[in-house]
């Protein structure tokens, strides 16, 4: 029998994407097809996810919600069934999901995803004719109000999960707001979407829902304790075991070295050697010089979280190594700066392209050697899974879903044959160039870098295993 779930996000690859949340909110219902589930994701309609989907077809209509008329349009894009929802004074204007074309957040988000949220909750309990989900799963604060919603409402719900994918980002609001929300009194309270005096999204869906998990068993540990857990270890603690750490897969079709279209040469874990022609593509298309050394890239977010200021600082440590450095990313300034400043006093040595480019970010993972991400917490990271998959060796930090994913070169994994990457700890300067050091060693060994390559290729990062988790998660709840 196929059960059947309503999955709230606000971002879904390949339609829109700023982070890992767009990767799993487009891959998990696919996998999670093959258990036997059928899901239906819904997300706001942007102006881009609307020109792409089309009108598709109304599946309800909301009157008035937060301001204005509102509709959901049912289409299938790809393997994808979304409810899209349509809010042209919500979701009808220039710039990303989050931010304005000046990269300020969007003034009334509040009530952007209050809507979605509340959106969510009216399509769980019946707005779509002949749609009536056993699981609702809302993914980080973007979607967090949909258990809210569902919890104050006194008709029968589905069962609730939260997805957190970064404590980092919480939803909070200043309790002017609260009013607007169309929740009764008695949700201001501890146990409901107070927070400090403030409205916490993400706060009160942790609350409210059934089950809550995060993106990796690390992670999910983590964030119990003060440092990790951004004001909300408290609670988290209190969870007990309705908190679950479940790793995030890739989509193992879109990245797919041996079929990747934006790739030079296609290649495999039996003839990684066609690599070598990714990397000549790689040094061309940034102009840096050819030589036997290896290179290293940064694919990612340029942020504190992310740990890049560190590698940004090393740069000129680096390259003195023998090591060439690309970088993709964009994000806080300063750090860009520094990449910018680090390709003008290397121009051959450290190519950097400021800004978002998906395709570029395919032949940077077949192209260059290994894949740095020295984050100072990382929920769980899919840049390190990429990295595996074609063969371009993470060096990571000792955090979070980094080190639920990576097994470190050390003696015994080296020995045994099982290592697929580098881990280093704490996430600092020192901590890094030695990871880099040890990385060139084994790049100069040659047969214990292959081998290696070789096993991270074979490491399973798709979805198949944590698919099944999911699905033992949503019986198991659906049984209670
Ligand atoms: P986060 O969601 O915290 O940014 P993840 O590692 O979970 O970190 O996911 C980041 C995703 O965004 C990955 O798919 C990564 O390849 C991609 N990404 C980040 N920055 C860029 C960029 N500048 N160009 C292309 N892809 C990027």
């Given at each position: ?117 509340k959106a969510g909750a009216a399509v769980a309990q019946g707005a779509i004719a ?45 309790s002017s707001i609260f009013a607007d929300l169309g929740l009764p009194a008695t949700t201001w ?292």
């Open positions: 029998m196929t059960t059947s779930v309503l999955s709230v996000a606000s971002e879904v690859f390949p339609l829109i994407k700023t982070g890992g949340l767009a990767d799993v909110a487009g891959a998990l219902p696919l996998a999670l097809a093959e258990h036997g589930f059928a899901v239906r994701t819904l997300m706001p309609g942007y102006p881009d996810v609307l020109k792409r989907v089309g009108r598709g077809k109304i599946a309800c209509r909301f009157a008035n919600l937060f301001g204005g008329k509102a509709e959901i349009l049912a289409v299938r894009y790809g393997e994808l069934d979304l409810l899209v929802l349509d809010a042209p004074h919500l979701f009808d204007r220039p710039g990303g999901p989050y931010v304005t074309p000046a990269g300020y957040d969007h003034p009334d988000n509040w009530a952007r995803f209050a809507a979605l949220s002949g749609f009536s989900p056993d699981i609702v799963h809302a993914h980080d604060w973007q979607a967090a109000l949909t258990p809210v919603y569902l919890a104050v409402s006194n008709k029968p719900r589905p069962r609730t999960v939260v997805t957190i994918h970064n404590l980092a980002f919480q939803g909070n609001y200043p309270s501890i146990e409901g979407v107070e927070y400090y005096g403030n409205v916490g999204y993400l706060k009160g869906g942790l609350h409210a829902a059934d089950v809550v998990t995060t993106v990796s068993p690390t992670y999910a540990e983590e964030i119990l304790t003060p440092e990790g857990g951004m004001g909300l270890d408290g609670l988290l603690r209190g969870l007990g075991d309705r908190l679950v750490g479940i790793v995030n897969g890739i989509d193992v079709e879109v990245w797919d070295p041996q079929s990747d279209p934006a790739i030079a040469k296609a290649y495999s874990a039996r003839s990684p050697k066609a690599r070598s022609h990714n990397k000549r593509a790689l040094e061309g298309e940034f102009g840096l010089r050819r030589d036997d050394g290896p290179i290293f890239a940064v694919v990612s977010r340029l942020t504190w979280q992310k740990g890049l200021d560190l590698v940004a600082n090393a740069c000129d440590d680096l390259v003195e190594r023998g090591i060439r450095l690309v970088v993709v990313g964009s994000g806080d300034q300063m750090i860009e700066g520094q990449f910018l400043a680090a390709h003008a006093r290397h121009p051959d040595r450290v190519g950097v392209r400021i800004g978002y480019d998906e395709t570029l970010s395919h032949r940077v993972q077949a192209g260059a050697d290994a894949i740095l991400i020295p984050s100072r917490f990382e929920p769980c990271g899919l840049t390190q899974l990429y990295g595996l998959r074609y063969g371009c060796i993470p060096i990571v930090t000792k955090v979070g879903g980094l080190a639920d994913t990576v097994i470190d070169a050390n003696y015994a994994a080296t020995s045994a044959g099982v290592a697929t990457g580098i881990i280093f700890s704490p996430p600092a300067a020192p901590a890094l160039v030695e990871a880099a050091e040890r990385a060139h060693r084994l790049y100069d060994d040659g047969k214990r870098w292959r081998d290696m390559q070789i096993c991270a290729m074979n490491a399973d990062v798709s979805w198949r295993a944590s698919a099944r988790l999911y699905a033992d998660l949503y019986r198991d709840l659906i049984k209670e």
